[in-house]
Each structure stands twice: as structure tokens, then as C-alpha cells.
């Protein structure tokens, strides 16, 4: 009788344990920045500590002025090494979003994402602005 009640607290001690795992906080993040015309915002989702596996990213072209918004992602490493990748554009006008989904690796490792909008003429930036850092909760 004794081997069955300790099987029994083992299944049911195990099966808590997965129940626990599947209630862990979630290992995404949201950032937003507005800077002049353009609005921008990500929401980051990490799936270890090199590697964020979905990343949805929206860019909003706010102003009547001529101008394109762009948006990208940074990373910082655990030892603060900034990384920028690629530029995502919205040439159509004022009140056209675009929006992407895309994933990032980085093999030393990804400490915290953000996003930097910016105002363009061209290919010369008239301003930037950069969100807070998402912290990657692996680390």
C-alpha cells in the first residue's frame, strides 16, 4: 500500500511540476516609441538567451510632410555590444502602417531588444529616437 501512495504523489508530484513550467511568466515584451511623424512598436518574444523567435514589429507614418519613416531592431549583448539591424521603411504616406515579422540569433548572446524610429529625407535620417530595452528574461 505504501509503494502505491508514493507512486501516487510521484505522478501527481510530477504532473504539478509541468503544470507549474506551463504557468511560468511569459517571455515576451512590448516597446513603443512616437518621435515627429512616425510611430513605431515590437513586440519581442525570446525563446533562450541567443535567440528571440518572433518578433512583430509596426511602423506608422503619422504626418503629411514629405518625409518617409523608418524603424529597426537593436541588441545589446550581456557585454553591451550594440547591434542594429535592417532598416524597415514606410514610403507610401502619412496614415500607411507597415508591418513584419521576422526572428534574431545572435551566438553572444541577446541581453535586451529595442526599437529605434526615425524621420527620413532620403537616405539622410532628420531624427531619431529610440525605445526602453526590452530585457531578454533568460538572463
Known sequence: MK??????????????GVLAFSASPASAGDVSRTYG????AASFHYASKTYADHIYLELLDREPDGHHVRLRVQ????????TSYAWRKVTTGAGTTGQWVTELTDSRGIWALRIQVCVFEGERALGCDESAWDGNIYY
Open 3 to 16: 509503494t502505491k501512495f508514493r507512486r501516487a504523489l510521484a505522478v501527481g508530484a510530477a504532473a504539478l
Open 37 to 40: 511623424g512616425v510611430y513605431g
Open 75 to 82: 541588441s545589446l549583448t550581456p557585454n553591451r555590444v550594440l
